[in-house]
């Protein structure tokens, strides 16, 4: 299947700070997702991108859809306390019909 | 409004036990799906219905792994014989696009089940 590769696997920043990860894949992709997930709670849709060389806003949250469509790139800036937790990216190709998932950017914040 | 259900929030079974999930979609939602996350990693796909017909079960991992949607909206999946590999996070997803294309692909996750086989 579809294999995503995410990166950085972990970030330690301070809060405040602005972040960047990314997101390659190993072949094109028509739609991507970036969700949140929280400890013990299911995976939080964030955006989602439709076409190569979107750039799409949520609040302090900005993702792309990279051009050659097979990476896509979030950035959160200011970043604060409840902005812990694991961020992956999604696109077609689990199954037919699902997501593949990334292994996730694990973001730690110290105050 | 409410969003996706899922119970028990955690089960602990003997292995060689039988065990169902339920999920309670969003109201509304055409598609639902299955997904299986091992610890420090992302969701894998394991079944897509679309109402009431499972229109693709391709990620079921054995023969052991069944789920159901009977009326077209809430869902079970079942485990039958549980193994110690099956102890993982089941999340189930639902979305209101009923065909391909980017809205598609926006699923909403209820917050899991995590299934402990001892």
């Known amino acids: 299947g579809q294999q995503l590769n995410q990166s950085p696997q972990s970030m330690f920043i301070q809060e405040g700070e602005d972040v960047s990860m990314n997101c390659t894949s190993s072949?094109?992709?028509?739609?991507w997702l970036w969700y949140k997930q929280d400890p013990g709670e299911g995976p939080v849709l964030l955006i989602a991108?439709?076409?190569?060389?979107e750039l799409t806003s949520n609040g302090r949250l900005t993702a792309q859809f990279g051009i050659t469509r097979k990476d896509s790139f979030l950035n959160i800036s200011a970043s604060i306390p409840s902005d812990v937790g694991i961020y992956f990216c999604?696109?077609?190709?689990?199954?037919?019909?699902?997501?593949?998932f990334g292994k996730g950017t694990h973001l730690i914040i110290q105050p | 409004g409410a969003g996706v259900s899922q119970s028990p929030r955690y089960k602990v079974a003997k292995r060689g036990q039988d065990v169902a999930l339920r999920c309670d979609p969003i109201?509304?939602?055409?598609?639902l799906f299955w997904y299986q996350q091992a610890l420090g990693q992302g969701p894998e796909f394991l079944t897509y219905?679309?109402?009431?017909?499972?229109?693709?079960k391709s990620g079921l991992p054995s023969d052991r792994f069944f789920a159901e949607r009977p009326e077209g909206s809430v869902s079970t999946l079942k485990i039958q014989r549980t193994q110690q590999e099956d102890s993982a996070v089941y999340l189930c997803?639902?979305?209101?696009?009923?065909?391909?294309?980017?809205?598609?692909?926006?699923?909403?996750f209820g917050p899991g089940t995590r299934l402990t086989v001892t």
């Open positions: 997803a639902s979305g209101f696009r009923p065909s391909t294309g980017g809205a598609f692909y926006e699923q909403y």
């Open positions: 072949s094109i992709f028509n739609t």
């Open positions: 991108l439709y076409k190569a060389g």
């Open positions: 999604a696109g077609p190709g689990g199954g037919a019909d699902g997501l593949t």
């Open positions: 109201s509304g939602h055409v598609s």
């Open positions: 219905f679309q109402n009431e017909a499972q229109l693709d």
